[in-house]
Nanobody, 124 residues
């Protein structure tokens, strides 16, 4: 079992920044591929970013590429999502997720564990 706890969400003005954190426990963190997803009201959950177990490979949704940066600290069992130049359309509940294996993935159904989510609200 893996437990994931997100933090760092909040209310920010457009153009501002936030850094989300996701702390993992229960399994060797370095064996996990980590992902970030988000879900806005009335919309389906969508992929944001993913990072390989070593951090060497990262991928982003087109909508956030160039503005968001995913990273991880395996010594702290934590993955981060640095979000810059935030837009109102980034408003959503952000979830971190974990999956076993070596392949990164943008598919939510390929992740085994999920956090409870943290709200990000960007005002215009």
């Amino acid at each position: 079992q893996v437990q994931l706890v997100e933090s760092g969400g909040g209310l920010v003005q457009a153009g501002g920044s936030l850094r989300l954190s996701c702390a993992a426990s229960g399994r060797p963190f370095s064996s996990l591929v980590m992902g970030w997803f988000r879900q806005a009201p009335g919309k389906e959950r969508e992929f944001v970013s993913t990072i390989s177990w070593s951090g060497a490979r990262t991928y982003y949704a087109i909508s956030v590429k160039g503005r968001f940066t995913v990273s991880r600290d395996n010594a702290k069992n934590t993955v981060y999502l640095q979000m810059n130049s935030l837009k109102p359309e980034d408003t959503a509940v952000y979830f971190c997720a974990a999956r076993y294996g070596s392949s990164v993935s943008a598919r939510s159904d390929e992740y085994d564990y999920w956090g409870q989510g943290t709200q990000v609200t960007v005002s215009s």
